[in-house]
């Protein structure tokens, strides 16, 4: 099985999109500590930056790194733009999604009759729920617009 190749580090105003990484399978890390810091962790893991942060951003452009300045934090338009720029893939697969709470890839528990997942590292548990068509909602809604963008 091929890896996904893109890592993100996401700014803290951006929690949303961090969870919505997470879930489509993608190594993300939240950060709310010093910009620094942040330029420093993404040059070392090869991390794409995402940032609500002009200041920021222009910063690590200055490093050399892959940076996506986000102007209008609307999680399916920023997932379409992902998408496009980095060719994330709008589609939940099972077997990579990841915790949204930890980041750690979760494992498959159960398949029926509903499948359920546990993280290995903080011991949450997820399963099909009824948040599930919300989940399914944002992410279709995410590939309209990559679709239409591309038409
Ligand atoms: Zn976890």
Redesign the pocket.
């Known amino acids: 099985m091929r890896e996904l190749e893109e890592k993100f580090i996401v700014d803290a105003m951006l929690g949303n999109i961090v969870t919505w990484l997470r879930i489509l399978g993608y190594d993300t890390i939240y950060w709310s500590g010093d910009d620094g810091e942040l330029i420093k962790r993404a040059l070392e893991e090869d991390r794409i930056i995402l940032t609500m942060d002009r200041e920021l951003a222009l910063n690590a452009i200055r490093n050399g790194l892959e940076t996506f300045y986000i102007s209008k934090n609307d999680s399916p338009e920023v997932l379409a733009e992902l998408a496009k720029r980095y060719g994330i893939k709008l589609r939940f697969d099972r077997n990579r999604t990841?915790?949204?709470?930890?980041?750690?890839p979760?494992k498959l528990v159960n398949d029926k009759p509903r499948e359920e997942w546990i993280?290995?590292?903080?011991?949450?548990r997820y399963w099909r729920g009824s948040h599930w068509r919300n989940i399914m909602k944002t992410i279709k809604d995410a590939e309209e617009r990559l679709a239409s963008s591309e038409a």
């Open positions: 990841r915790c949204p709470v930890c980041n750690s979760l993280c290995p590292n903080c011991g949450k």
